[in-house]
Protein backbone atom coordinates (compact mmCIF):
# COMPACT_ATOMS: atom_id res chain seq x y z
CA UNK A 1 0.00 0.00 0.00
CA UNK A 2 1.39 3.62 -0.71
CA UNK A 3 2.29 6.01 1.90
CA UNK A 4 -0.51 8.55 2.37
CA UNK A 5 0.22 12.58 2.50
CA UNK A 6 -1.68 13.66 5.83
CA UNK A 7 -2.70 17.21 5.62
CA UNK A 8 -4.71 19.58 8.18
CA UNK A 9 -8.00 18.57 6.37
CA UNK A 10 -7.44 14.51 5.93
CA UNK A 11 -5.60 13.99 9.36
CA UNK A 12 -8.65 13.63 11.50
CA UNK A 13 -10.51 11.69 9.36
CA UNK A 14 -7.27 8.76 8.38
CA UNK A 15 -7.16 8.63 12.31
CA UNK A 16 -10.77 7.79 12.79
CA UNK A 17 -11.03 5.56 9.40
CA UNK A 18 -8.04 3.05 10.75
CA UNK A 19 -7.10 1.25 13.18
CA UNK A 20 -3.36 1.31 13.02
CA UNK A 21 -1.52 4.43 11.45
CA UNK A 22 2.34 4.93 11.28
CA UNK A 23 2.90 8.60 10.88
CA UNK A 24 6.25 9.64 9.53
CA UNK A 25 6.55 13.74 10.17
CA UNK A 26 9.30 14.74 8.08
CA UNK A 27 10.85 17.83 5.40
CA UNK A 28 12.46 17.96 2.26
CA UNK A 29 15.56 19.46 3.52
CA UNK A 30 15.94 16.85 6.09
CA UNK A 31 19.02 14.33 5.61
CA UNK A 32 18.27 12.18 7.91
CA UNK A 33 14.21 12.23 7.20
CA UNK A 34 15.66 11.62 3.63
CA UNK A 35 17.75 8.29 4.69
CA UNK A 36 14.49 7.12 6.62
CA UNK A 37 12.24 7.19 3.36
CA UNK A 38 13.02 4.12 1.96
CA UNK A 39 12.75 2.40 5.11
CA UNK A 40 9.26 3.81 5.70
CA UNK A 41 8.61 3.10 2.35
CA UNK A 42 9.84 -0.62 2.28
CA UNK A 43 7.60 -0.95 5.49
CA UNK A 44 4.62 0.31 3.86
CA UNK A 45 4.81 -2.48 1.24
CA UNK A 46 5.65 -4.96 3.72
CA UNK A 47 3.01 -4.09 5.77
CA UNK A 48 -0.09 -3.49 4.00
CA UNK A 49 -2.45 -3.76 6.99
CA UNK A 50 -1.01 -0.36 8.29
CA UNK A 51 -1.95 2.85 7.10
CA UNK A 52 1.66 4.50 6.48
CA UNK A 53 1.10 8.25 6.48
CA UNK A 54 3.38 11.00 5.91
CA UNK A 55 3.66 14.55 7.15
CA UNK A 56 5.40 17.32 5.85
CA UNK A 57 6.15 19.70 8.59
CA UNK A 58 7.25 22.49 6.03
CA UNK A 59 3.94 22.13 4.24
CA UNK A 60 1.69 21.19 7.45
CA UNK A 61 3.33 23.71 9.90
CA UNK A 62 -0.14 23.57 12.15
CA UNK A 63 0.11 19.51 12.48
CA UNK A 64 3.37 20.02 13.44
CA UNK A 65 2.92 22.65 15.97
CA UNK A 66 -0.25 20.39 17.44
CA UNK A 67 1.76 17.61 17.76
CA UNK A 68 4.97 19.39 19.24
CA UNK A 69 7.25 17.86 16.61
CA UNK A 70 10.77 19.95 17.43
CA UNK A 71 13.09 17.19 16.06
CA UNK A 72 12.97 15.44 12.57
CA UNK A 73 11.99 12.88 11.85
CA UNK A 74 9.53 11.97 13.96
CA UNK A 75 7.63 8.78 14.16
CA UNK A 76 4.24 8.42 15.75
CA UNK A 77 1.93 5.27 15.94
CA UNK A 78 -1.78 5.78 16.16
CA UNK A 79 -3.75 2.65 17.43
CA UNK A 80 -7.37 3.02 17.78
CA UNK A 81 -7.31 6.42 18.04
CA UNK A 82 -4.86 6.69 20.85
CA UNK A 83 -0.91 7.48 20.08
CA UNK A 84 1.12 5.04 21.49
CA UNK A 85 4.35 5.90 19.83
CA UNK A 86 5.66 9.11 19.34
CA UNK A 87 10.05 9.41 19.35
CA UNK A 88 11.96 11.49 17.11
CA UNK A 89 15.06 9.85 15.16
CA UNK A 90 15.51 7.34 11.66
CA UNK A 91 15.32 3.95 12.61
CA UNK A 92 17.24 1.13 10.70
CA UNK A 93 14.69 -1.32 9.09
CA UNK A 94 14.98 -4.10 12.23
CA UNK A 95 14.42 -1.67 15.06
CA UNK A 96 10.46 -0.63 12.77
CA UNK A 97 9.64 -3.99 12.18
CA UNK A 98 10.52 -4.45 16.08
CA UNK A 99 8.84 -1.73 16.71
CA UNK A 100 5.68 -2.45 14.50
CA UNK A 101 5.30 -6.16 16.33
CA UNK A 102 5.73 -4.61 19.70
CA UNK A 103 2.93 -2.33 18.59
CA UNK A 104 0.59 -4.84 17.58
CA UNK A 105 0.89 -6.67 20.68
CA UNK A 106 -0.38 -4.55 22.71
CA UNK A 107 -3.65 -4.98 24.75
CA UNK A 108 -5.51 -1.66 23.71
CA UNK A 109 -8.34 -1.92 26.71
CA UNK A 110 -5.19 -1.88 28.74
CA UNK A 111 -3.48 1.14 27.08
CA UNK A 112 -6.81 3.12 26.89
CA UNK A 113 -7.42 2.01 31.06
CA UNK A 114 -4.24 3.82 31.83
CA UNK A 115 -4.52 6.56 29.80
CA UNK A 116 -7.79 7.11 31.27
CA UNK A 117 -6.08 6.67 34.70
CA UNK A 118 -3.74 8.86 34.08
CA UNK A 119 -5.79 11.67 32.86
CA UNK A 120 -7.83 11.35 35.76
CA UNK A 121 -4.57 11.85 37.82
CA UNK A 122 -3.50 14.85 35.89
CA UNK A 123 -7.07 16.46 36.86
CA UNK A 124 -6.70 15.90 40.87
Same mark, same amino acid.
Given at each position: +???? $??????? #??? &??????? &???????????????? =????????????????????? #??? $?? /????????? =?? &? +??????????? $? *?? /??? *?? #????????????? +???????? /? $????????
Amino acid at each position: +MPTV $ELTKDNF #AET &LKDNDFV &LIDFWADWCGPCRQFA =PVFESSAEKHTDIVHAKVDTE #AQR $EL /AFEFKIQSI =PT &L +MIVRDRTVIYN $E *PG /ALP *PE #ALESLISQARELD +MDEVRQKV /A $EQSGNAQE
